[in-house]
């Protein structure tokens, strides 16, 4: 595996305390290899890479799975208890105060209901719900505060010996191995009566890390990590002689980490500043309470139940608190990531003018200097933006790759538009991928999102969406104007909806547009449930004279009728053909492909598929014309670019 760890997934225990009780276990296991999935649209969450910056490569589903060494050791019975401890201490409180405390103490937010979660990243609070630096300096405070002005070799391996095992608990996340190697530092410096320098600290603690596992470079917690206490080191002096230490600190957190917080939660709250306040103030209360109440039970197997209350009080106050000033989103901004070459700029700004070099240029006069030097070190970065442009940035027409199903994103002069939207019973197609892929684009809204039939892996991620993200009208094909509302589930906002009729044209800008194009007048036909596919629209884009045409699951028998009623015309004839179905055998007759004759096809399936589409028949009917294939399941997003009426295709996972 070349370094890399292989993640074993066995079958579910009947509760998390006997599950632990593997740690350590050597265990004879048959099953399947599976590959974590790469992003395959711009702007969404990259998990294969984030598993790789955990140092683990591959993933292995077992069937069975046999004990074959209990490992019964000093070090795994330690484990071990730790584990139970945590969640003995969790099971004493009821689950939704237990679930928070999982996420506040041990980065665990699995247990953690939806709308906490967006009211805290909304407020970029989300660093409370995920152990970090913070965490873990109340810690040492707490231990420091315990242990009063005493600075032996024994008191310094007791500190250690505590912050371990807290550490053993969260199962080391970044930010905790960082915290304590930041910690083992600062103790061994008293040891040997040297000075401690946060800012050398944290760069070798950093070293050490990428030395190890070098794809946390790429990890969002890495990067929030190290760069809130870098902001600590380098902005907290020259803040605090405007504003007090303790503003000084939190602002230089903030700064420190808001490109990477507004990339990671495309959220970004200008009052975060102030809210973090009170939050903070009480996770400084909650999380020694905790940590104290656990080391109790520990040593003396009791607890008194004030301490419980006391608890579950702080614990109240501090989700109330953040509900409140939540005020609803309204001071919550969607954001897309800032581009790299913007997030390198912002800290040459923030870091090389808090710098000690820079204050003492300021003092001499010297503001010039600074000025050159920032100028020398902008040239490369401007040379780098421009090499790692995302291609889709250019790109008018986008078929984002939202597994199986289909969404395609038009834009033009400042307008978008989508037709489809994906959806999947499994996950929030819209929250995981259209949202995130929309803001990276720089889509602030969504004029119209136009669904071509009713159906879950068509408009379900568009219904998602809308709950975060402003879409201005929803255009429902006029077969379903009876028998909306029984159709529609999830449901579409009725007062937003319209009813997209035959020959209907829907107007971008003065040269772009889309029509419908099937069905005609008077081929309606009454709702049905059973198959939304009898209901299907078929839109042509029309993007400064090239043609786009969008089938959604066009069903063969409505191929032939159209080839039949558009015959002698050039109505269907199109440059670039959505083939329909996800590229089913049922779709895309030989027929209608010569009616259409498109240059290039685009395939919307996802990978590894249950259904085998696109199916082989249906690729070599397009192979057999001459007509270039790209498809989603392998290639990701699929991008055109038009010029001049001529299409550039970008790619996401060029072949």
């Keep these: 595996t070349h370094g890399l760890k292989i993640m074993v997934i066995v079958p579910a225990y009947e509760s998390t305390g006997d599950a632990f009780d593997l740690t350590g276990a050597v265990i004879e296991v048959g099953g399947t290899f599976e590959a974590f999935l790469p992003a395959d649209d711009p702007g969404c969450f990259d998990y294969r890479l984030h598993m790789r910056g955990r140092g683990i490569g591959i993933a292995f589903r077992t069937y069975s799975f046999t004990v074959t060494d209990n490992g019964d050791t000093l070090l795994t019975a330690i484990q071990r208890q730790l584990c139970h401890e945590r969640e003995n201490f969790l099971a004493r409180f009821d689950d939704k105060t237990g679930g928070f ?7 665990d937010k699995s247990e953690i209901d939806e709308e906490t979660v967006r009211e805290f990243n909304g407020n970029s609070t989300g660093h409370i719900l995920a152990v970090s630096g913070l965490h873990m300096s109340f810690l040492y405070a707490m231990l420091r505060f315990m242990t009063g002005r005493k600075r032996n070799a024994w008191i310094s391996l007791l500190i250690i010996a505590v912050i371990l095992m807290y550490g053993e608990m969260t199962m080391w996340s970044a930010a905790t191995v960082r915290a304590c190697m930041v910690m083992g530092i600062s103790l061994l410096s008293v040891q040997f009566r040297r000075p401690f320098d946060l800012l050398t600290a944290v760069s070798l603690a950093a070293l050490l890390i990428l030395i190890r596992e070098p794809y946390q470079l790429f990890s969002s917690g890495f990067q929030m990590s190290f760069l809130a206490m870098l902001g600590i080191a380098m902005l907290t002096k ?7 230490e303790a503003l000084g600190v939190m602002l230089a957190v903030q700064l420190g980490t808001l490109p990477v917080v507004a990339g990671t939660f495309n959220r970004f709250n200008p009052l975060s500043i102030l809210i973090n306040v009170p939050v903070i103030l009480i996770t400084s209360l909650l999380v020694p309470l905790c940590i104290l109440i656990l080391m109790i039970n520990m040593v003396t197997g009791y607890v008194p139940e004030a301490g419980d209350r006391a608890v579950e009080l702080i614990t109240y106050s501090l989700m109330k608190t953040d509900h409140f000033l939540y005020f609803d989103g309204d001071f919550s901004f969607l954001t897309g990531g800032p581009g790299r070459a913007a997030i390198i700029v912002f800290y040459i700004v923030i870091f090389g003018l808090s710098s000690e070099w820079a204050r003492v240029r300021f003092l001499r006069h010297e503001s010039a200097a600074v ?13 780098f933006g421009l090499c790692a442009r995302d291609p889709f940035a250019d790109d008018e027409i986008v078929f984002v790759a939202v597994g199986q199903g289909d969404c395609v994103h038009v834009r033009a002069e400042g307008h978008d538009i989508l037709i489809d939207g994906g959806g999947s019973e499994y996950y929030d197609v819209g929250e995981k991928i259209l949202l995130p892929y929309l803001l990276h684009s720089g889509a602030e809204s969504t004029e119209i999102a136009l669904v071509t039939h009713l159906h879950e892996d068509h408009y379900k991620g568009i219904a998602e969406l809308s709950e975060e993200y402003p879409v201005g009208a929803f255009g429902v094909p006029a077969d379903y104007r009876t028998g909306f509302e029984e159709a529609a589930e999830p449901p579409l906002d009725a007062g937003k909806t319209i ?8 107007s971008v800008t003065d040269d772009v547009y889309v029509e419908v194009i099937w069905p005609v007048a008077g081929q309606e036909s009454p709702v049905s449930i059973d ?4 209901h299907n629209t078929v839109y042509m884009i029309h993007y400064n004279g090239v043609k786009v045409m969008v089938t959604g699951d066009l069903l063969e028998e409505d191929e032939l009728l159209m080839t039949e009623y558009y015959q002698g015309t050039d109505t269907l004839e199109c440059d670039v053909l959505k083939v329909a179905h996800h590229g089913s055998r049922s779709s895309t007759s030989e027929e209608f492909l010569d009616a259409a ?8 399936a996802g990978r590894d598929n249950i259904y085998g589409h696109p199916h082989a028949q249906t690729l070599e009917r397009l192979e057999e014309r001459g007509i270039s294939v790209f498809r989603t399941d392998i290639n990701g997003a699929v991008g055109l670019d038009i010029k001049d009426g001529q299409i550039c295709v970008d790619l996401f996972h060029p072949e």
């Design 238 to 244: 020259p803040l605090s002689s405007v504003i007090g």
């Design 101 to 107: 405390l999982r996420g506040v103490l041990f980065g």
């Design 371 to 383: 000025v050159r030097c920032g100028a020398i070190l902008m040239l490369p970065v401007i040379m």
């Design 531 to 534: 198959d939304p596919n009898e």
């Design 499 to 506: 009813f997209i009729s035959p020959g209907s044209k829907i």
């Design 597 to 604: 004759s498109p240059s290039i096809a685009v395939i919307q």
